[in-house]
């Protein structure tokens, strides 16, 4: 089967760089798949959780932040804010991020502030959503 | 002749403060080399998103977009200017404030209406002591710069832009040329312009390929300018940053070497006192035999 390049870039490392067969983001309206040979194209990436095929069969989940996937001559970079892989994720951590968001989206906020909490909220629940498929032991 | 005691008292004084400036020119040296890796860690991510802006920009020129506004029509002296103003959070560190305060100064002789976001300690102290308007809500340290920091303070700044609270942004940050120089500078964040993503010229018998943007061009442009702004921010963090530990390190290293030099010098000096109090001693104890001798 065809592959193709496959760049991630995060915004404080490059997060893997090679070749991939397929791809899965997730865009602002729901899910993408990218095959080989796609069509040049850009697209915006919400949070949420991507999903690569790097060898057959074997898919490796990411949690990725906003950012865009850029599709051109069979090169796909994929650039977003943030990028863990499941075993990276502090499931404390990301669960306190949570606890911190939600009780702040119940004060009184303005509207900047609000839109700020809702981010962090997401990316603590999509951070949660990805360490708790991988981990049986969560409870 | 100086009194043995006092310079051996000032030696003593001189070797203390040595102590503390060496300590202080390890740990600048250390943090800087921690500095200059965060930076090359986000170097990959910030050059792909400007890469990204000038490619769509190549696609889209007609594209018009709120980042973009250079709101012509607000006359010169009723233009909002922001400024972010990076300092250090203390002094003993050479002309490194000095130059950004007075770049900043600069900055406010222009017409306008200006208001200052200011990110370390000697900075905001100063130009609250000039009666300048500064956010008092803006806090933020310029130890350990963190990519969530700059988050917060973009979003700040493009809260207020995109409210017409402010016209123009600008940074005022050093840069780094190499170790050895480093330059204050001032970086227009907003708008956004077309100019500085230089365009690639390319020769018109290329083949140029065609980009579809999903959702639209607007949406993607909307999620990548933020983080750019963002970025950018990070980026002149992390080097004023780097700066700010390479110019205390300067200081330190100069300061050290002085007062080696000045304790070279002052141990001649006690050497010799010390010599001429053995010599008048000697004198004194021979004049005084002698003087029994010849009685």
């Known amino acids: ?139 | 002749m100086a009194n043995i005691r006092e310079i051996q008292s000032r030696i003593n004084s001189v070797k203390d403060t040595m102590k503390i400036t060496n300590a202080m020119y390890m740990i600048s040296s250390s943090k800087m080399t921690h500095a200059r890796k965060k930076l090359a860690d986000t170097e990959p991510y910030f050059y792909a998103l400007q890469g990204e802006i000038s490619r769509i920009l190549r696609h889209m020129p007609e594209l018009r977009h709120r980042y973009f506004s250079k709101r012509e029509n607000v006359p010169a002296d009723e233009r909002k200017i922001g400024s972010i103003v990076i300092t250090a959070d203390k002094g003993l560190a050479g002309a490194y404030n000095h130059n950004i305060v007075k770049l900043e100064e600069e900055i406010l002789a222009k017409p306008g209406i200006h208001k200052l976001f200011i990110v370390g300690e000697l900075g905001r102290h100063y130009f609250a002591k000039h009666g300048v308007e500064i956010d008092m809500n803006f806090q933020y340290t310029v130890q350990k710069p963190t990519m969530h920091r700059a988050r917060d303070i973009s979003s700040v700044l493009i809260d207020q832009f995109l409210n017409r609270e402010l016209d123009e942004v600008y940074v005022v940050y050093t840069r780094m040329e190499n170790s050895v120089q480093a330059e204050a500078e001032v970086l227009k964040l907003l708008p956004l312009e077309r100019a500085s993503f230089n365009e690639m010229i390319m020769p018109l018998n290329m083949y140029r390929e065609e980009i579809d943007l999903y959702p639209s061009a607007e949406i993607v442009m909307e999620s990548i300018a933020p983080n750019y702004i963002t970025g950018m921010i990070y980026g002149t963090l992390v080097e004023a940053y780097a700066s700010e530990h390479n110019a205390r390190m300067m200081a330190m290293k100069s300061a050290t070497d002085s007062a080696e030099s000045l304790i070279r010098e002052l141990s001649i000096v006690y050497n010799r006192a010390r010599q001429a109090a053995i010599t008048q001693e000697i004198t004194e104890v021979c004049s005084g035999a002698r003087a029994q001798q010849n009685k």
């Open chain 1, 1 to 139: 089967m065809d592959t193709f390049g496959l760049k991630v870039i995060a915004s404080d490392r490059v997060f893997y760089e090679g070749r991939c067969r397929k791809l899965i983001i997730p865009a602002p309206d729901g899910q993408k798949g990218i095959l080989p040979n796609h069509e040049n194209m850009v697209i915006a990436i919400a949070v949420g959780i991507a999903r690569m095929e790097l060898t057959e069969g074997e898919w490796t989940e990411v949690a990725v932040g906003t950012g865009f996937a850029e599709i051109v001559n069979n090169r796909v970079t994929l650039l977003v804010d943030t990028a863990e892989r499941p075993e990276e994720i502090d499931i404390r951590r990301a669960r306190e991020q949570r606890e911190r968001a939600e009780e702040q989206m119940r004060q009184k906020q303005s509207i900047q502030e609000y839109y700020h909490t809702q981010a962090s909220l997401a990316r603590a629940m999509n951070r949660l959503k990805l360490a708790r498929d991988k981990r049986w032991d969560f409870k």
